[in-house]
Nanobody
Framework: QVQLVESGGGLVEPGGSLRLSCAAP????????IGWFRQAPGKEREVVSC????????NSVDSVKGRFTISRDNPKNTVYLQMNSLKFEDTAVYYC????????????????????WGQGTQVTVSS
């Protein structure tokens, strides 16, 4: 099981930006596809974006397309979520998760595919 640590959350005004990081010190993160998820109060956890082992392919939900960008730096064992043009409805605890994948070029947008989870980082968008 991979140990994941999220960071980079905080309080930001609408229209602002944050960059979240998902680190896995002591692990070889390129063995895993990585997903970013979020959970707002009173709502179910939802998948936001994912990136394949190689970084070649990414996916995201419609609500963040054009605003959020997922990327990875495998030598640093780190995955990022660049969040631009933030909206009130983006407020949530954001989690990263890992899924071991046979393919270098795919990632799953299904929550059940991910078996290792970080503890989350709070993102609050408020004026």
């Amino acid at each position: 099981q991979v140990q994941l640590v999220e960071s980079g959350g905080g309080l930001v005004e609408p229209g602002g930006s944050l960059r979240l990081s998902c680190a896995a010190p002591g692990f070889t993160l390129d063995y895993y596809a990585i997903g970013w998820f979020r959970q707002a109060p009173g709502k179910e956890r939802e998948v936001v974006s994912c990136i394949s082992r190689s970084g070649h392919n990414t996916n995201s939900v419609d609500s963040v397309k054009g605003r959020f960008t997922i990327s990875r730096d495998n030598p640093k064992n780190t995955v990022y979520l660049q969040m631009n043009s933030l909206k009130f409805e983006d407020t949530a605890v954001y989690y990263c998760a890992a899924a071991m994948r046979d393919s270098l070029y795919t990632c799953s947008m299904t929550t059940g595919a991910y078996t290792s989870w970080g503890q989350g980082t709070q993102v609050t968008v408020s004026s």
